[in-house]
């Protein structure tokens, strides 16, 4: 009895044998054509990326570096910033923020002058004012202005009361010294500062065509000589920023 029944269970094994060897081979061969559609799908995902990176970065050229990458994003930024800049600039001359100049302040040399200094003023003080003109604009401007190409003015707005005292007093110094520079549509106050400082950059090359552009303030002593030899390392330049920069956080929200 015992063999007859193993000899039934092993007959049932080799009738079952075949049927799980197909199943067997079946599921192989779909696993076989799953992953080699895997690997060719993959393969033309490689080669368009390839195609398109050639394409993107100078048709079978290396790759663009990362360093190369940031200093496209800066110039595109600064590129904008430019652009708002000069639409600041055309907005300003629309709104009448660049004021007729004076016969005086008209008249220039025929060869530009090598800088413009706007030195920034206020009300109430002459004293500083008398300094400067006993130390380094001691010459005659005109002289200074002739000899050296160096255009130095100082620079104030208006009374918030218009034609008062304040008005009045700095209208009478400028007529003994000539040496103002007068934003007839500016009122001088300290939170304008900024406003100040726009208006008279476009002022000033509205009015003159020199190399260098300057802005100090009136408790600075300028050493025109250091000066002079510093803007000349930079003359091939054809645009430089020359000063102290903003450390810290820049605040770009209006």
Known sequence: MQSRGSNARFSAMGMRSPISSLMLAMFAAMASLYVAG???QDAQNRVYFTK????ITGQGHSAISVADTLKIIECREQRKKLSALEMELTAARQEGFISKQSSDMSKTPEKGPVIVIGIFTSF????DRDA???AW????LKKMEEKKGIVARFVIGRSANRGDSLDRSIDSENSQ???FFILENHVEAP???SKKTKLFFAHAADSWTADYYAKVNDNVFVNLDSLGNTLASYLSDPRVYIGCMKSGEVFSEQ
Do not use: C, H, V, Y
């Not at 398109?52 to 394409?55: I, P």
């Not at 109430?124 to 004293?127: A, H, L, V």
């Open 132 to 134: 400067i003109r006993k």
């Open 191 to 193: 939170e304008e500062l």
């Open 137 to 140: 604009m001691s010459t005659a």
């Open 124 to 127: 109430g003080r002459k004293n």
């Open 52 to 55: 398109e990176l050639d394409r």
């Open 38 to 40: 895997r690997l060719w």
């Open 177 to 179: 010294t000539n040496d």
